[in-house]
């Protein structure tokens, strides 16, 4: 009986300083500082087991489609462009101030060796907390994820200026936001019978909303 009560002590010692902790906002959360050596290696390796167990449970249940059918990785190729360019940079491609200023600092996926489709596939639909991966699972149906996954597989191996003939033959712009395509050669050319949609100067800052594809006339 002793023993039950000095547990039950010692366990509400130990919840008191764990919310003397909590609400003495003595825990930095700054996404500036890199996290220090335990809370680091008990993120990466909480994070990795995970990401770990949630793809074996997958594994079976999933039918992995072949991932180098070309179309698959075109398909891709314009999500990743739209979605993951900015965090995550490419060949040729660097990364965003927004993906700058992540912690943990995103990696580049180009300079990845070895690939696991199922797990990619499960951090493309899930996402993973607490690092800015976003799930991409509300929005896009699997067969898109497969085709980033596909895309991915192949990433590693397009030098800079493959990556820009798949931007133009893919008719999309810079990354994320810019429709750079009504920039290039600088002033744009009206052609014969094409409507002049935007005065010289006023040009709007995006020329489509961020995110979404731009606007073809
Ligand atoms: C807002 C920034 C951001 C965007 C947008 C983003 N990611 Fe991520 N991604 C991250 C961060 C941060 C991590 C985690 C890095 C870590 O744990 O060290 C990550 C991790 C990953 C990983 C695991 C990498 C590894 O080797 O462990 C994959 C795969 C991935 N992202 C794919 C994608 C794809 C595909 C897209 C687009 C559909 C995308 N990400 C969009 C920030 C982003």
């Given at each position: 009986m002793k023993t039950v009560l000095k547990l039950l002590g010692l366990l509400a010692v130990i919840v008191l300083a764990a919310l003397l902790f909590i609400f003495s906002g003595c825990f930095d959360v700054a996404a500036s500082?890199?996290?220090?050596?335990?809370i680091a290696w008990v993120l990466r390796t909480?994070?990795?087991?995970?990401?770990?167990?949630?793809?074996?449970?997958?594994?079976?249940?999933?039918?992995?489609?072949?991932?180098?059918?070309?179309?698959?990785?075109?398909?891709?190729?314009?999500?990743?462009?739209e979605m993951c360019v900015t965090c995550h940079a490419g060949p040729g491609v660097e990364v965003s101030e927004i993906g700058m200023g992540l912690n943990p600092f995103p990696p580049e996926l180009a300079k990845r060796r070895g690939d696991?489709?199922?797990?990619?596939?499960?951090?493309?639909?899930?996402?993973?907390?607490?690092?800015?991966?976003?799930?991409?699972?509300?929005?896009?149906?699997?067969?898109?994820?497969?085709?980033?996954v596909a895309f991915l597989k192949r990433l590693p191996k397009l030098s800079p200026e493959e990556y820009q003939a798949?931007?133009?033959?893919?008719?999309?712009?810079?990354?994320?936001?810019?429709?750079?395509?009504?920039?290039?050669?600088?002033?744009h050319q009206a052609e014969p019978g094409e409507e002049h949609h935007e005065e010289a100067g006023a040009k709007p800052p995006h020329a489509h909303p961020p995110g979404t594809p731009p606007h073809k006339d």
């Open positions: 500082k890199p996290d220090a050596g335990l909480t994070q990795a087991r995970s990401v770990h167990r949630a793809a074996a449970s997958l594994e079976g249940k999933v039918q992995v489609p072949k991932l180098d059918d070309p179309a698959l990785v075109r398909t891709g190729f314009a999500h990743y462009h696991e489709p199922v797990e990619d596939f499960w951090i493309v639909k899930n996402g993973i907390k607490m690092t800015g991966m976003p799930s991409f699972g509300a929005t896009h149906t699997d067969d898109e994820v497969w085709a980033i798949m931007v133009k033959q893919a008719g999309l712009g810079a990354p994320g936001v810019e429709g750079e395509e009504h920039e290039h050669g600088g002033q």
